[in-house]
């Protein structure tokens, strides 16, 4: 026996363990709604326009290479993600509140705010909406942080406890960290209309609790990238007065560039007395998240980020983006009617109107482990145990197929 002997096995990760699963399965109707990323109507991964044209772009410029990037990243790129997650008129922009560090995508900012959190507050508690994205609660355990829950989805009325959400927040230590899905909340896909998200931000203010922003989904929930930023942009105007903001930026949706892990961390800093103030605490800060880069992964990757500052500043690219974002989102939207109808067609037992009310990739359709395991096992159809349906999965060629089965394993 050596020292690695008694380490002991883990079983594979949920998601990516369905990802295998449906890998291997050789019936030809399979269908693969477990893993959240967007597929075209032949159930394809979709290369958007606007990313091919920053790719033609990039490969044509004599000045190409491989360089290191920066610390922080491509300022190109940062500034850029900036701009449109907290818009062009942001306070917080004029008078020049925020740091940003370019990130391995969403969870790789999730990471950065983890660990600054876990270095300067470690005290600090840190509330999930229950249910969250599984990886969310791992992320900012491994760095000992204690973690705990608001509630947020009520089986019964497929709505937000918004009672039990808010008494949460009250009833928190002060200045705890609330994780916050800025829109297409995953895996339940129902976001806080606009009056609750100004309820849930004014609750949190009173109790100085900082808030982090999970941004995952700009764009891609509605094709709207101000319409998804709502909250982000709401929660600046309200708190930023008084506490920082943390928001953690993904475009691996919205730009569909998933593997090439491009994201942005930004904190917003409260404001200070004076812009000598500002200036210095900015600079504090952003040497010590460039600490934490630079022992990890020492500078981020530069593929990625390169592409999406491309789409980012040149006006005929963003426009292109803009309307492959609505490709996406008009498609998912499109087939979330085509289940509910179907399942309505068939008079499958049951209120499905949820699936279209959902926003985002992701329909919480209600099914039970035990009718998606059979989903899985009789029908060749894959989804999370929780009854997480990615929508991006369907098609005009395989609805039918799902909806007949759904409506098999419920009756
Ligand atoms: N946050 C949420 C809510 C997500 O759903 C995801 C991806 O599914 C992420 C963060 C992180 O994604 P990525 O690291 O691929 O950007």
Redesign the pocket.
Known sequence: ATIFNNIEQLPPDALFGIKQRYSKDTRSHKVDLGI?AYRDNNGKPWVLPSVKLAEHSIHSDPSYNHEYLNISGLNAFTTGASNILFGPDSIAIKESRIVSNQS???????HIAAKFISKFFPEKKIYFSKP??A??QAIFQAQNLQCDSYPYWDAATKSIDMEGYLNAIKTAPRGSVFVL?AC???PTGLDPTNEQWANILDMLNMGDHLVLF????QGFASGDLNKDAYAVRLGVEKLSDNVPIFV?Q????NVGM?GE???CFHLVLPRQSNEDETAKVKAALSSQLNKIVRSEISNPPAYGAKIVAQILNDENMTNQWHKDMVTMSSRIIKMRHSLRDKLNELGTPGNWDHIVSQTG?FSFTGLTADMVKRLEEEHAIYMVSSGRASIAGLNEHNVDHVAKSIDEVVN
């Not at 993904?250 to 949706?253: E, G, R």
């Open positions: 959240g391995v995508s969403g969870t790789g900012a999730l969250t994205w990886n969310h899905h297409a909340h995953n999970d941004s995952a989904y953690c993904s475009f691996a949706k998933y892990r491009v994201g990739m």
